[in-house]
């Protein structure tokens, strides 16, 4: 019987038999692919350091995911790009300024990514199970270690080979420390400053200065359908609504709230950060209440709290709260809300 | 105005054109039929030939053994050779009856009402109890039953169910175009045993000249209309076809009557027509055997016993490396370990799949939470959970989260990027609780 000379190779397993084509890794790759207009304007603003810290924290994550696999005998999962979608957002999120010798501070992008990986991720079970972004551990650990390394901002050369840059405040310290008009002043006018904000030719972490590159980033993993509108709508809305009714001392609705969208790490959280889909809820109701609590509590730590910035804590704090509201939120199951519609005859 | 549909959903490559072309035809006569007195979801036949005895075509060879059953008929005319037990395509063990073919083709006797539709309901509905008519979608539950529902729940509307939302299946969709007047008839048939004065017909738009044929056919019918829905799968399932084509939800754990509908598939409308008419029993079903592994992918009147492995033959056999034989489509049919199972009256397809494109079992990650699962879920439910809590082995929370709303479309496992086997999973959590 010819037809029938299969019959024992036959593979047997539970339906469905066909399946789409996107994978894990494919994901994880776009998201790299999405980061790299903010990664090369970071270049291009802060020189080959933003170049070497970043590539720092990109190889560490992925040897250090690699050999904590192999010690804890799982299969090593490298090729699946999470492990490097972590480092480059790590060393999106520091400031350029690290790579010196004297201080030396190199060693503090490898802790960060060991803490990121190895620690928030690995040790929580890897991929899925993490509860807190691992970049954004790594950023915070670093942050709360070393304060005053990581609070070095280099002045946006864009001459690509400066080793020696000079040090300068972020446009959100100059708000907090000196007010608005002071942060007019530093610019020139306020057109000056709103373009400086978001072309990225300002002080900041790596890849997070230039609004305009993270925005093509985003709307590309939007129109790719890798995220939803859901979390950066209601992140960046609730952030704008707040500065405008409050950011404005002793005056309500006279805040501006595009120097807000477009400056310290709104972006790049709102859009690559927040997004994060082990972190964030996913059921996109939750979502939106998700997003809306990351941007009042930045904002309310940008305004309120001792530090200028607020999009890490926000982000960190909501992660906890992320299985809760999915489960809050929770969709309806077919059916269960009574529908009996006549049928017109 | 979009086309009617549901909430969710998925958009699979739909594979229709290898075999949408091909005209049923009818296979050879098989030599050996082994029938399954357990084909239909419900009570199991009890035999009531023997070994030794002569069988017409047509005549009963099991009888119903309850209220939810229907009796099995043979499909040639022969010799019973055997009654024992013989593997079905779900891979379970069935008492059968085996016949051998005398090639005679000689029939039983069958009772001709020209003026079927003049009869009482009573006697309509007794016609279709006894030709042994179960639903043809693939869930083969027994259409006299359907018929028959309690007081307490008025049937108001008919859905012929012509969606055939499974990707690469054709059977239906070849019904529509050969036979369209039987099908409308089959639906009458059904309007006037539940008097009711609404029917329609619901196919998915990927198939236009079947909506045109069957419109054409419907012309004239008063209270019959026939609606072109979204291409979504599983358009095709009884509550999201009812939600689309009446927008009723049936509730959680309801049926279709709780809404008063009934739904019918389009080739159990063409089987009711036929017992109806000529008092045939349901003996042969359109079976569309596909695939990127077939030679010839076609639609064949297969008789309920033949072998799978015979209508694969008929098809040319084989290409070279196959590595999976579903019986039923992709999204919801059982893989085959055996090709030596017969056909039932529920064998919608054979889909035979090459080995690129098969994905082994083992080669999954972990949930990433990306939540695509829960947009596609049309049942509403959290894929991803049910999943996660039927790993961990915590069935009971399983349970909280509606596992057995869960009617294992596959959907979820289809856009899952980490390749989960949430059906496996979720199958495994329903047998270790109770609903
Ligand atoms: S689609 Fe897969 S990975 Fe995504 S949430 Fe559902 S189960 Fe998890
Ligand atoms: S298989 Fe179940 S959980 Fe998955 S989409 Fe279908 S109904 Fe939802």
Redo the contacts with the bound molecule.
Sequence with gaps: MEATKKEHELIVSVSPHVKSEET?SRIMWTVSLALLPAFLSGVYFFGLKALFITALCVVSAVVFEHFYLKLVNKKSVVGDGSGFLTGLLLGMNLPASLWSFSPFTVHVPIIATFVAVVITKQLFGGL?YNVFNPALIGRAFALISWPRAMTIWMTPTASFLTMDAKTTATPLGILKEAGMSELIKVFGDKVSLYEHLLTGNRAGSIGETSAIALLIGGLFLLYKKYITWHIPVSFLGTAALIAWVFGQKGALFAGDPLIHLFSGGMMLGALFMATD?VTSP?VRKAQLIFGAGCGALTMLIRLKGGFPEGVMFAILIMNCFAPLLDRGFRSKVFGAVKTVKEIKK | MGLATFKGGIHPPDKKILSASSPITATKPPKIIVIPLSQHAGAPCKPVVSIGQEVKKGEMVGEPGGFVSAPVHSSVSGKVIAIAEFQNAMGRMVNSVVIENDLKEEWTALKDSPDYMNLPAAELKEKIKAAGIVGLGGAAFPTSVKLSPPKEKPIDVVIINGAECEPYLTADYRLMIEKPKDIIEGLKILMKILGVSKGFVGIENNKPDAVRKMQEAAKGASGIEVLALEVKYPQGAEKMLIRAVAGREVPPRGLPMDVGAVVQNVGTALSIFEAARYGKPLIERVVTVTGEGIKEPKNLMARVGTKISELIEECGGFRDDVAKVVAGGPMMGFALSSLDVPVTKGTSGVLVLPEEGVMHAEDYGP????????DVCAMGLM??ML?ILSEKGMYEEAKEYNLFDCFECGS?AF????K?P?VQLVRLAKSMVKP
Aim: with cysteine.
């Design positions: 894990t899925g889909y996913s | 949930c990433i939470r990306c939540g695509r699962c829960i894929p991803s999943s979820c856009v899952c990027p980490s989960r949430i």
